[in-house]
């Protein structure tokens, strides 16, 4: 049995899988707000919960925001803060006394739906995650790619491309920096860009409930959005150049984006072929866990 973990920064997600990728047991339970310890008891109970149930002990794979930094093992770049600086590895095996695998949450999204999701049946893939941040994994025969750093497909954190004059800078990030691809196409993103043209403040949902309704500067907000995505993964076709591209998180379940993006995406592709395969996701909001338990298939490597 595959135990795979979501840890994401309002709720933590467990499933458990079999070698075919049935499940046998899921359960969601809200994340612990800045709570470093708690974080690690709710980890630690999740598991037990999943073990006593399906009467099984298993393998653990962990999603979570930001990664292992590799000279440390702490963990780094992580939007839910109290995770940084962290020794969550070390920390969980011992909680749970046996080794843990943990990868971006990004990543694990990814490696899900190149296992048995939407781009099962292809060599190249790169994931993304577009929901109150923005990130992406990369996958090749179903493998994640990784780097020294552990921030392979961290594009969330790079410029927009091909910016306009209106767009230099850019907000600023987070992580310190301005005008990163996060502070363009994320959920708060769009909300923000519409509030600073318009005055107005909506969530992003509530802003596509308007735009499906006609609203002019909705739609208007939605075109700039499609249009700083669109340029953001030409940057990476022409780096990576995947064979498909998978949205994940809220923003995923946007329909509009899978018929818009194609088309504005080629002026900027940088070879003839100017096509471009862009797939919702198979398993939803349930591939961060799926992909984390995947982490246990026999390729991917411990980190």
Known sequence: MRLGIDLGGTKISIIALDDEGNSSFELRVKTPQDDYRGTICALRDLVHTAETQTGRRGTVGLGMPGSLSPRSGLVHNANST?????????DLRDALTREVRIANDANCFALSEAIDGAARDHHSVFGVILGTG????????????????????EWGHIPLPWSSADEHPGPSCWCGQQGCMETFVSGPAISADHKHRTGQQFDATDLHERALGGDEQALASFARHTSRLARGLAMIINIYDPDIIVLGGGLSQMA??????????APYIFADDKAVLIAAPRHGDASGARGAAWLWNGHEKSQ
Do not use: D, S
């Open 82 to 90: 109290c995770l940084n600086g962290q020794p969550l590895k070390a």
């Open 134 to 153: 923005c990130g992406g994994g990369l996958v090749h025969n179903k493998q994640l790619i990784n780097g020294p750093r552990n921030i392979t497909g």
């Open 256 to 265: 509009h984006l899978y018929e818009q993006l194609p088309p504005a995406i």
